[in-house]
C-alpha cells in the first residue's frame, strides 16, 4: 500500500513547460483574431473567434496570476 503519499508514474514528476505554453496560446489566440479578415458573410463566426480567442487569454493572464500568488504549483 502507498500509505497517505499517493501512487504517481515517473512522467508526472517532469517539469513541464509552462511559458511555451502560455506562448502558444497567445500565437493562436492571435492566430484566432486574425481569422476575423476571412472571407464570410455572418457574424457568427466572428463572435466565435472573438470569444474563443478571449478565452485562451483569460487562462494564460488567470494562471500567470494565480502562480504569482502562489495558489498554484
Same mark, same amino acid.
Given at each position: 500500500m502507498a500509505g497517505s503519499e499517493p501512487v504517481t508514474s515517473p512522467d508526472q514528476h517532469k517539469p513541464g513547460h509552462r511559458r511555451a505554453g502560455q506562448i502558444g496560446a497567445v500565437l493562436s489566440a492571435l492566430? +484566432?483574431? #486574425?481569422?476575423?479578415c476571412g472571407n464570410h458573410? *455572418?457574424?457568427?463566426?466572428?463572435?466565435?473567434l472573438i470569444g +474563443?480567442? #478571449?478565452l485562451l487569454l483569460i487562462i494564460v493572464i *488567470?494562471?500567470?496570476v494565480l502562480r504569482r500568488n502562489g495558489l498554484r504549483s
Open positions: 492566430a +484566432l483574431l #486574425a481569422m476575423i458573410e *455572418g457574424r457568427v463566426e466572428d463572435i466565435w +474563443l480567442a #478571449a *488567470g494562471d500567470a
